[in-house]
């Protein structure tokens, strides 16, 4: 599973470092220990993240967490809305109907598809960083307040989720087949 997982962060390597570089400039600001930083698209497991300890306190693991997530999101969904819409809903195709012939512009709406694909493909934490998220704040030993509990719950299950479905690259096979969807009908 590792080499499928390592397969498709390299196939949308834009998002994979930049998802990286995000995780590293947020452990810098917040303080956390970091290892191997410089190898953002390694061939393992950690690839596309920050190898990193575990954050001391319940605020900082969220942070950790959520921000990269925060920013890549930001970056990634307004590119792959703008191709999603141009290929899928206005019907852009790599022939004008008009004119029959080549659309040039068919090529950047689908490269401003895939890096906003290769962004939210590489949107969530890893999983063992949510894993001590959940642990911080929803375990018995948790060092979280109650109002960090009640405003981390939500973010924190759909990160848990995320973690998993990136993991067992589903994102990455959903968004290649609306491509080949939207291209081909």
Do not use: Q
Request: net charge positive; glycine share 8%; charged share 10%.
């Amino acid at each position: 599973m590792t080499f499928l997982y390592v397969l498709t962060k390299t196939i949308y390597f834009p998002g994979t470092f930049i998802k990286a570089f995000w995780e590293h400039v947020i452990c810098r600001l917040l303080g956390v220990e970091i290892f191997a930083a410089d190898t953002y698209l390694s061939r393992n497991r950690l690839c596309g993240h920050v190898s990193m300890l575990p954050p001391a306190n319940a605020g900082k693991s969220f942070l950790v967490c959520f921000l990269p997530t925060l920013l890549n999101f930001s970056l990634g969904f307004p590119a792959f809305a703008a191709g999603a819409v141009t290929l899928g809903f206005l019907g852009v195709d790599v022939v004008d109907p008009m004119t029959g012939k080549f659309c040039p512009l068919f090529i950047l709406y689908v490269l401003v598809y895939l890096f906003g694909a290769s962004c939210l493909c590489s949107l969530f934490p890893y999983v063992d960083d949510v894993r001590h998220l959940w642990r911080t704040h929803y375990t018995a030993d948790s060092t979280a307040s109650g109002a960090g509990k009640v405003f981390a719950f939500l973010p924190t299950c759909l990160m848990m989720i995320g973690a998993y479905l990136e993991k067992y690259c589903v994102t990455f096979f959903v968004t290649v087949a609306l491509l080949i969807y939207w291209i081909v009908t």
